[in-house]
């Protein structure tokens, strides 16, 4: 099973701030297979980005993802307040995992 | 416009079975693949397994080999998660969610269900 190491566990910014969110993972993974969720309180979580760099329709372009191999990032350009939430990388490899979340909180 | 409708908030005592069901509307499950996840109260998201359009082949976690039944009826649009042996550690937030293939180049969970409340307890 493929381990995936979220960090930092939060992030404390303002907005307007630049967030980068790092996923290591326990192996490579192919880079067609990494996604990145948004999830709000009482929401479900919400597709923000897959194969690694695509964003999922209706996303804004203020949120990107780059990475290869056994690092990932998922970088948010300049903070909204609808962006203060927990985010989650995944991996599509049998089985599928979940990183466990790194929490972006208002400063 | 494309959703997944889930069934309500289900109350069991430890040992027994849960039936959740998952409607798709919008687009045809025979497309696209199902996955549950759940989340336990102020946990991460833990995926459970899969059941693909194709013939219907399922992948789980190790965890709940066993345990879990994934099923589609793509003649009323519905997929179903039956998992049995209730602990109360199974007390969560079940989501389904569709599964997207990109054509084959990719794969996603890109619809995701509004979650169902499973509580165990005696």
């Known amino acids: 099973e493929i381990v995936l190491t979220q960090s930092p566990g939060t992030l404390s910014l303002s907005p307007g701030e630049r967030a980068t969110l790092s996923c290591r993972t326990s192996q490579s993974v192919d880079s067609t297979y990494l996604a990145w969720f948004q999830q709000k309180p009482g929401q479900a979580p919400r597709l923000l980005i897959y194969a690694t760099l695509n964003r999922a329709t209706g996303i804004p372009d203020r949120f990107s993802g780059s990475g290869s191999g056994t690092d990932f990032t998922l970088a948010i350009s300049r903070l909204e307040p609808e962006d203060f939430a927990v985010y989650y990388c995944?991996?599509?490899?049998?089985?599928?995992?979940f990183g466990q979340g790194t929490k972006v909180e208002i400063k | 416009q494309v959703h997944l409708v889930q069934s309500g908030v289900e109350v069991k005592k430890p040992g027994a079975s849960v039936k959740v069901s998952c409607k798709a509307t919008g687009f045809s499950l025979s497309d696209y693949g199902v996955s549950w996840v759940r989340q336990a109260p102020g946990e991460g998201l833990e995926w459970m397994g899969w059941?693909?359009?194709?013939?219907?082949?399922?992948d789980f976690a190790q965890k709940f080999q066993g345990r879990v039944t994934l099923t589609t009826d793509t003649s009323t649009s519905a997929a179903y998660m039956d998992l049995r042996s209730l602990r109360s550690d199974d007390t969560a937030i079940y989501y389904c969610?569709?599964?997207?293939?990109?054509?084959?180049?990719?794969?996603?969970?890109?619809?995701w269900g509004p979650g169902t409340t499973v509580i165990v307890s005696s």
């Open positions: 969610a569709r599964v997207n293939y990109y054509y084959g180049t990719s794969m996603s969970m890109d619809v």
């Open positions: 059941i693909s359009s194709y013939k219907g082949m399922t």
């Open positions: 995944q991996q599509y490899g049998s089985p599928w995992t």
